[in-house]
């Protein structure tokens, strides 16, 4: 028996990578990224393109996955549209096989066994890739930096690279990412012997991550020449205990900070008046920068003359001898944006498949692949390799069938659903009649005119009253943006900001710049995107500079006089003397170019030491991209008391009131990041305070920006108290779902462990556990202090939605409680505070007490009238939502709409609520999970239901109108979901929309659309289709629907036509 299954399960699985092969082979012959990666355990993408994707890729934001390959514990494959393009300016070519760095790897021949009369045979090639372009191809592969154990001598299980293609280009971040050119073939195989065997393991036992094919764009920084400026590497063997492997790292990320000083001074070459030093790159090693919009300093540049290239071919490494054979194609198709730097964080825990067969070769070949040298492939490898190849020769890109629109309801009547008229309150605001849509050929709305509303546009004077700032963060790190968002999220004021990172494309395609308080940028900047970054502080917006070369941006007169790596620095700043941290790897000075410098200010900066006083430039003009000018007032606000350099200043501009703060410091590390050095170590944490109180005080009284406590550091304030959440319903009710979860309880105690979170029902006997962040008690058989169950179920006239609750004072999530459950129809979880809210594309959601939260878990059969269209779902519950307070006997005067997709606006311009929706298939039936939450009490970040009461009892004093409690509104909402549901569910989808148009905001409203080679109209907004996505009119007078772009700031901008893309 044990024989037969084995048989058997080994036929399965040659099947499953026989098909696997075979449909990444048909993927290859079209423009398409193939990815195959490792999860966290426990953790489940969903096959989520910003995750199938490397964060390394450029174009990473609008990949879309279109075809599934592997799906194997928390392995993922899949097939990624359009091609990832990878830009490796920043990276490190890799030295002479055979050598030692970044990891072990053997010499690009292999000496074979030879017989006497074969002693003069030539050594052949390890790998040997096709000659064919088209079979051509990068794969770029990431891989945690601690190995799974020590790197020896007798490493025979690990997949050696080498052994699969050429090793390009390299960079170490938080994990090591490696660039290698292969073709199909070797792909195919890489991949059967990795991801399809179960055997991520690569060179030195670094667990493998990722393999992404990709299209490679510039050139690596030659590791030759790096190495000339740094001290001599500490290995020297395979072999490596921990301490050297810890001091390997070093040495690799020391080459790193060189790679990216060396692009640097690539991107500021063309721009900078002299050089302190000499360029560490040699010019013919470097790629021509392409000339991009800049904005111009008014500086008197002064030329010097740059390094001469060198004279003998003989200086050029062998590495760079021959020219890669898609160099050209990276020229022709240049990155639109700049690759990010560092890849998703995930774990692979994997045990590598022991080798069959052990090599008896020389010491450098005992460390090939077991698929490779003495172990032959096997039948099933060959053939899939074979058919790879094949298919990648003679296929053809297949023609993408445009997305077809689906046709726009046609409403027979428009429900009268009159709006009361409001007094204008503000006459200062814009207004703009919004009438109800009307769809194609459907009759015209009957019933009073709308009232006016606000126009649904922002502006830098009313962002705070729009929705929640955001304060982005811009990193070339993934270290220094890790730490520099952990900093934020402890000195920002809570549930007032959003705080996200920045990434190249969304940078450039400038969505952010209306939604954004705060832009923090640390290191190295491209020039393209360093113009965008300098062009929204011209318009008014507010920049913190930790440690980067956007200061170079803004103030073009400040110069790298000298690069220190790693150096720890005494400054001076306000009440704050004598502070030692660690010192930006470059120290910009004022140029010394300009003599009259020093009378420009009298009030340069109060020096704390005892050299003489800096004195830098006061005032300077720049530039914005649209070529008008803006005054600077520039301050020296901290100096640097051993090289008496300035550490902190402060640039604004005149016109528009953009403020920029500018550190040569690293406020933002933990030190905790220095724990290897004890010396430092020590050092920086006395100091600890001090940073943090440095950071709020910036943020606070030049930036703007509102920090906790006084000095931005509430050490006062209580941490979150966890308590147990409450089983609230009929009890036959509640027996019902507790029998039907019996089977995912773990032992009889009633525990259902979920990846997110474990809950716990307890009985009248049971002990509750402590509750926490993730675990969740449940009392089955008590009910709360603060919710009146009298109220909520007295008005509650549902059947099925909102009869079970389980309400939860302090919970992580809502979603949390439903996620991965397969529960009732209509159970609803209603928590009080969140911890780790998530909306919409895993943005932050805030919670702040006060806001009305909801999760509900809906099961639709597929075979229903919305089990057909259950896109629409978010749109009905939207709906219901809204038309809970405005078909309201009392509470319809109150001014509350519906935004595209998902979101809930007061007055026309501030967002009070919003909703996400996650769905599962699970056999005939839809799971669907809503998370919903709505400003009931709150009036921070923007405004809330009952503000909106309060004033409209001031305008009305003798109609005034009780305040909403939490309970009614929640009894409300459920109760219009379940009707709404209903009158869907029974084919009545005209009603739907007809209320749906009378809830919106874009009726007549016109957005920019993107059509073929990236242009640009208008388009006038008509409606949605039948999956919710918007219908427009064309100018031509067509109707098209178009989808979002992807981007997370605001799904209106960036609208796409699919057939164009």
């Known amino acids: 028996m044990l024989t037969l299954y084995y048989v058997s399960a080994t036929v399965l699985q040659s099947w499953r990578i026989q098909k696997a092969c075979s449909k990444i082979a048909e993927h290859l012959a079209q423009p398409s990224s193939i990815a195959f990666y490792a999860l966290q355990a426990g953790s489940d993408d969903g096959f989520d393109p910003a995750l199938a994707s490397s964060e390394l890729c450029g174009n990473r934001n609008a990949a879309k996955v279109t075809d599934i390959l592997w799906l194997h514990g928390n392995q993922r494959g899949c097939c990624l549209r359009p091609l990832q393009a990878l830009n490796i300016t920043p990276w490190i070519s890799f030295p002479p096989a055979p050598s030692l760095l970044p990891f072990s790897y053997a010499a690009d021949t292999v000496t074979p066994v030879t017989t006497p009369t074969e002693a003069d045979s030539q050594p052949k090639q390890r790998v040997s890739l096709s000659a064919q372009d088209e079979q051509r191809m ?112 070093e040495d690799l990320r020391a080459v790193g900070v060189l790679a990216h000083q060396a692009t640097e001074f690539e991107y500021q070459k063309n721009r900078s008046e002299g050089r302190s030093k000499p360029d560490l790159i040699a010019h013919e090693h470097r790629q021509a920068v392409e000339p991009v919009a800049k904005a111009v300093a008014v500086v008197e540049p002064t030329n010097k003359a740059s390094l001469s290239p060198a004279k003998n071919a003989e200086n050029v490494p062998k590495a760079e001898a021959k020219p890669s ?275 420009d200010s009298e009030e340069s900066t109060k020096s704390h030491s005892r050299k003489p006083a800096l004195v830098c430039p006061r005032s300077m003009e720049l530039k914005d991209l649209a070529g008008h000018n803006h005054k600077l007032d520039v301050q020296v606000l901290g100096t640097e008391e051993t090289w008496n350099t300035p550490s902190l200043m402060l640039a604004k501009s005149l016109q528009s009131g953009g403020k920029a703060v500018f550190s040569q410091v690293h406020l933002e590390m933990n030190p905790s990041e220095f724990e290897s050095d004890e010396i430092k170590y020590g050092i920086l944490k006395q100091n600890e305070g001090t940073r943090l109180e440095i950071f709020s005080d910036l943020l606070r009284k030049y930036l703007d920006v509102q920090v906790q406590g006084r000095e931005g550091v509430d050490q006062s ?56 962040n993730n675990v969740l008690p449940i009392l089955i058989h008590s009910c709360p202090d603060d919710f009146s169950t009298v109220e909520y179920f007295d008005l509650l006239k549902t059947e099925h939605i909102g009869r079970l609750v389980i309400y939860a004072p302090v919970v992580s999530s809502s979603m949390h409680v439903i996620n991965n459950l397969e529960l009732i129809d209509g159970l609803a979880v209603l928590p009080v505070q969140q911890t780790s809210g998530v909306g919409r594309s895993n943005n932050q959601w805030l919670s702040p007490l006060g806001c009305a939260m909801f999760s509900l878990q809906l099961h639709l059969a597929m075979d229903s009238a919305l089990g057909s269209r259950l896109p629409l779902m978010q749109h009905i519950i939207g709906a219901a939502i809204v038309n809970s307070l405005r078909g309201h006997e009392l509470y319809g005067v109150l001014d509350i709409c519906l935004k595209w997709p998902n979101d809930i606006y007061a007055n026309g311009n501030q967002k009070i609520g919003g909703l996400v929706i996650n769905t599962t298939l699970q056999g005939s039936q839809a799971i669907v999970n809503i998370g919903s939450g709505i400003n009931l009490n709150n009036s921070k970040p923007t405004v809330c239901i009952n503000d909106l009461i309060r004033e409209h009892n001031t305008r009305a004093p003798n109609n005034k109108l009780p305040l909403i409690k939490y309970e009614i509104l929640m009894a409300m909402i459920f109760n219009e979901i379940e009707r709404l549901l209903g009158e869907v569910q029974n084919g009545d989808f005209n009603s739907f929309y007809a209320l749906y148009y009378s809830l919106w905001l874009h009726s007549g409203q016109t957005v920019k659309i993107c059509l073929q080679n990236e242009q640009e109209k208008e388009a006038e907004i008509v409606g949605i289709d039948d999956f919710g996505f918007l219908q427009v009119k064309l100018p031509s007078g067509t109707i098209e629907t178009v989808q979002p772009d992807g981007n997370s700031f605001d799904m209106l901008k960036g609208l796409i036509l699919p057939k164009y893309h």
Request: glycine share 4%; proline share 8%.
């Open 717 to 772: 304030q209580p941490g979150v108290v966890y308590q147990h959440a409450y089983f609230l319903g009929r009890h036959e009710t509640k027996f019902e779902l507790l029998e039907k979860l019996r089977l995912r309880c773990s032992g009889p105690d009633n525990v259902i462990a979920t990846p997110k979170l474990t809950l716990k029902f307890c009985g009248k006997d049971d002990k509750p556990p402590v509750a926490n």
């Open 138 to 249: 990068q794969l770029l592969l990431e891989a945690q930096v601690e190995p799974l154990q020590r790197p020896s001598c007798e490493d025979t299980t690990a997949v050696r690279l080498e052994d699969y293609g050429k090793l390009i280009a390299w960079k170490i971040d938080s994990h090591l990412a490696v660039l290698i050119e292969t073709d199909v073939e070797h792909f195919t195989q890489l991949l059967i012997t990795t991801f399809l065997r179960n055997n991520l393991c690569i060179n030195d036992q670094l667990p493998l991550l990722r393999i992404e094919s990709v299209r490679r764009e510039g050139n690596p920084q030659p590791f030759e020449l790096l190495a000339n400026h740094l001290k001599r590497q500490s290995r020297t063997s395979v072999g490596l205990d921990k301490d050297g492997w810890r001091k390997h790292l």
């Open 325 to 599: 054979p898609d160099k050209n194609k990276a020229k022709a198709t240049p990155a639109k944006s700049e690759a990010k730097s560092t890849p998703a964080k995930s774990e692979s825990n994997a045990t590598p498949a022991k080798s069959e067969s052990k090599s008896t070769k020389s010491k450098e070949d005992s460390k090939s692949t077991p698929t490779k040298g003495d172990s032959k492939p096997s039948e099933l490898e060959k053939l899939a390799a074979a058919q790879a190849a094949q298919l990648q020769k003679t296929g053809k890109a297949e023609s993408v069938s445009p997305i077809k629109a689906a046709p726009l309801a046609k409403p027979s009547n428009l429900s009268k659903v009159s709006e009361p008229a409001t007094e204008s309150a503000e006459p200062k605001k814009p207004s703009k009649s919004f009438e109800i849509a009307k769809p194609l050929n459907s009759p015209p709305p009957s019933g009073t005119a709308p009232s006016a509303r606000p126009v649904l546009q922002r502006n830098k004077d009313s962002l705070q009253e729009s929705k929640p700032l955001n304060v982005l963060v811009y990193s070339d790190s993934a270290s220094a943006r890790e730490s520099t968002l952990a900093t934020l999220q402890q000195l920002l004021e809570r549930n007032v900001y959003t705080i996200y990172p920045l990434m190249p494309q969304q940078a450039a395609q400038k969505y952010w710049t209306e939604q954004t308080a705060l832009l923090v940028v640390c290191g190295s900047v491209a020039p393209g995107i360093g113009q965008i970054l300098v062009d929204y502080f011209l318009q008014g917006g507010k920049v913190l500079s930790l440690c980067s070369d956007i200061l170079h941006f803004i103030l073009p007169n400040y110069r790298t006089a000298e690069v220190r790596e790693h150096e720890l620095v005494q400054f001076s700043y306000d009440k704050w003397q004598r502070v030692k941290m660690m010192h930006h790897i470059f120290c910009y000075q004022p140029s010394p170019v300009k003599k009259h410098f020093s009378t």
